[in-house]
């Protein structure tokens, strides 16, 4: 049963414009989400991640946004440039002691010029 | 730094063969996992480790070994290589294990069962 689902395999935008990424997770315990980013042949890298404190996190172009009442969060990528073409990871802690990192099934995103 | 590095690159095996892959950091850093990714999947943690000598089983350990005798060092072993196990395999890091540590991922390593 996937704990943390991104319902969405692929999304494609225009250049200059707003990409948003969803995510969407079902057990109440996950306290803090990542984002990761993953080029073809390569590792993910990480990206931008928010606690369950906030409902915001900003870091240039990328925003994560956190609903905890809907168990949602989306990542906006604004403006997308075409070198965000990339497949995207949502991902969960679920609090102290936890070790283990739950990742949804990802998002391409390809940005076209 | 060269971060997280991951020997080989790509892996083929028969069924039944057994194998080791590598994975090293050198950022001195206290956590160390192994994930598989296959295709239309997220990454699905294997097993980690959260310092030398301590390794515990993740959501799909069936069919790996792991052991961490150094800081630096954390090899994944295919005890009997099964065309279950093909999958692309990454080894991650972080400076401490838990929550807010941001996990450090190598290039990966392919590899094919037949």
């Known amino acids: 049963d996937q704990q943390v689902k991104q319902n969405s395999p692929s999304l494609s935008v225009q250049e200059g414009r707003i990409s948003i990424l969803n995510c969407d997770y079902t057990n109440s315990m996950f306290d803090y989400f990542l984002w990761y980013k993953k080029y073809p042949a390569e590792g993910p890298t990480f990206l931008i991640s928010i606690s369950s404190i906030k409902d915001k996190n900003e870091d240039g172009r990328f925003t994560v946004f956190l609903n905890k009442s809907a168990k949602h969060l989306s990542l906006h990528i604004v403006p997308s440039q075409p070198g965000d073409s990339a497949v995207y990871f949502c991902?969960?802690?679920?609090?102290?002691?936890?070790?283990?990192?739950?990742f949804g099934k990802g998002t391409k995103l390809s940005v076209i010029p | 730094n060269a971060g997280v590095t991951q020997t080989p690159k790509f892996q083929v095996l028969k069924t039944g063969q057994s194998m080791t892959l590598q994975c090293a950091q050198d950022m001195n850093h206290e956590y160390m996992s192994w994930y598989r990714q296959d295709p239309g999947m997220g990454l699905r943690l294997i097993h980690y480790s959260v310092g030398a000598g301590i390794t515990d089983q993740g959501e799909v350990p069936n069919g790996y070994n792991v052991s961490r005798s150094t800081t630096e060092d954390f090899p994944l072993r295919l005890l009997s290589a099964a065309p279950s196990q093909t999958s692309v395999y990454f080894c991650?890091?972080?400076?401490?294990?838990?929550?807010?540590?941001?996990?450090?991922f190598g290039p990966g390593t392919r590899l094919t069962v037949t």
């Open positions: 991902a969960a802690y679920s609090g102290a002691g936890s070790y283990q990192l739950t």
């Open positions: 991650a890091s972080s400076y401490s294990a838990g929550a807010h540590y941001e996990q450090y």
